[in-house]
């Protein structure tokens, strides 16, 4: 069973930058769908940004030009940069392996941006 561990979450300033990390306990070679999804108090979780083992790059309109994903295979890790936060960015943010006949969530990273 492959874990997922996420880290780089934190209190921030609106305009400021954070670099999510989230590691995969072993590699993943293909027909994987990796991604980052998030969960404000209130309200339900949703797409951030996700690619495809295949390398195709989805991102939710409100973060395009702001969040960037990337990967390292080397390290089994995915990235979210996260640039120009908003208060409205303020959530738990999940990482989720999706394949063929499941998912796998990691146990969430918490981002406050606030003045």
């Known amino acids: 069973q492959v874990q997922l561990v996420e880290s780089g979450g934190g209190l921030v300033q609106p305009g400021g930058s954070l670099r999510l990390s989230c590691a995969a306990s072993r590699t993943i070679y293909s027909g994987y769908v990796m991604g980052w999804y998030r969960q404000a108090p209130g309200k339900q979780r949703e797409l951030v940004a996700t690619f495809t083992s295949g390398g195709i790059i989805n991102y939710a309109n409100f973060v395009k030009g702001r969040f960037t994903i990337s990967r390292d295979n080397a390290k089994n890790t995915v990235y979210l940069q996260m640039n120009s936060l908003k208060l409205e960015d303020t959530a738990v943010y999940y990482c989720?392996?999706?394949?063929?006949?499941?998912?796998?969530w990691g146990q969430g990273t918490q981002v406050t941006v606030s003045s």
């Open positions: 989720n392996l999706g394949f063929a006949g499941g998912s796998i």
